[in-house]
């Protein structure tokens, strides 16, 4: 799968003479007959786990904005039947980036790869606006997949430039005896604003170098603003595919800087918030960032089935606006290859949503907890 751009390069821009617009032409929107088929199941065996109780799986929403992904783009959606089909974990053969013990017969990407690890890196140090452990610990929540921090990774910048620090004691695929690495990420730096961009492709060159063998895959996390082409106002992130590497930046979810529609380096902290507040936030969308840019890194994606974390965006107030949750289709491919139990993990997902007081998603998820336990009952 060759690099993709992530979620959106720009600044939305809302249509407000409309409340609605056409979809890209020749994308159509599932019925409800080819949504139930895409779930997987045959008609009169769906498990409780994935019926609806009246209004929790929410509709895929019409465009508002030309800029919305499906007003751009012509998904085609992915079945559940075609995702075992096409997925690779679910190979028999093994995957040729993973050095550890491998179990052909396994069912589960658990039980074929029973060494394997999610990586997350550093790169850069975040204010305390970001808990990077409450951001590892909803990762690992949500997927049913051990999680680690990716160690010995340091970035220092002076004025215009960024220096990557790679320590080799930290990486167990590192040869003994290994010295320390500094290499100069390629960045753009305007003078008048003292902003900073970084160049993707400068990080993902040096992730690949530094996945470790038991890796399933590394995503790189940056508190820095990222680019891909001159061109560009931003970049979320960029993933390769193939390396099984991505890096996004976190910058642009901070509710209170103001970005210009125009110019890459104009950025300004606009709104004074409740410090509360603005850390649920950022943690809120950092978290469906996150976990949707790896469950792409594990075959699935994007959902054009219902309203749903693993949709496209377009733009950043689109990313915003999308629910943090997995409905039907996504939520049997992800429990296929992990092997969670549907109702443990809401409940897991539960404490950390009352934890962080994310009323909305404790609420859902405590809803379809009821709904499933009155049907045990």
């Avoid at 900073?196 to 992730?207: E, F, G, M, N, Y």
């Amino acid at each position: 799968m060759p690099k993709a751009p992530s979620k959106g390069k720009q600044i939305i821009k809302k249509l407000k003479h409309l409340k609605t617009i056409p979809y890209a032409r020749g994308f159509h929107p599932p019925s409800q007959q080819v949504k139930f088929q895409a779930i997987g199941f045959e008609k009169n065996s769906v498990p409780q786990e994935y019926k609806d109780d009246g209004d929790s799986f929410l509709p895929l929403p019409c465009p508002t904005s030309e800029d919305d992904w499906l007003a751009q783009y012509v998904e085609e959606g992915q079945s559940y039947k075609d995702y075992l089909q096409e997925n690779p974990w679910f190979s028999r053969r093994k995957q040729k980036f993973l050095q550890q013990k491998f179990v052909p017969s396994g069912s589960t990407i658990c039980e074929k790869y029973s060494e394997g690890k999610i990586y997350i890196a550093k790169i850069g140090a975040f204010s305390s606006d970001i808990c990077f452990d409450d951001l590892v610990d909803y990762i690992q929540r949500f997927l049913c997949l051990p999680v680690t921090v990716l160690e010995g990774l340091d970035v220092v910048q002076q004025s215009d430039k960024l220096t990557l620090i790679e320590d080799p004691a930290y990486n167990p695929s590192s040869r003994p005896g290994a010295r320390i690495k500094k290499s100069t990420l390629d960045t753009r730096y305007h003078d008048r604003t003292k902003h900073l961009q970084i160049c993707v492709d400068s990080i993902l060159c040096k992730l690949r170098t530094v996945k470790p063998q038991d890796a399933l895959c590394l995503i790189g996390l940056t508190p820095h603003d990222l680019y891909g082409d001159e061109s560009d106002l931003f970049v979320a992130g960029m993933a390769s595919g193939l390396q099984q590497v991505a890096v996004f930046s976190l910058m642009r979810y901070n509710p209170a800087l103001s970005f210009s529609p125009e110019h890459w380096y104009d950025v300004k902290e606009m709104i004074k918030l409740d410090p509360i507040e603005k850390r649920k936030l950022i943690l809120q969308r950092s978290c469906k960032l996150v976990v949707h840019e790896l469950c792409h890194l594990l075959g699935l994606p994007h959902c054009i089935y219902y309203s749903c974390c693993m949709n496209g965006s377009g733009h950043l107030q689109e990313d915003f606006d999308q629910p943090m949750m997995l409905f039907p289709v996504d939520l049997h491919k992800l429990q296929t290859l992990t092997g969670f139990d549907v109702k443990t993990r809401y409940k897991t997902l539960l404490e950390f949503f009352q934890k962080h007081n994310l009323s909305n998603e404790a609420n859902w998820v405590q809803k379809r907890l009821k709904f499933l336990q009155k049907d045990k009952e």
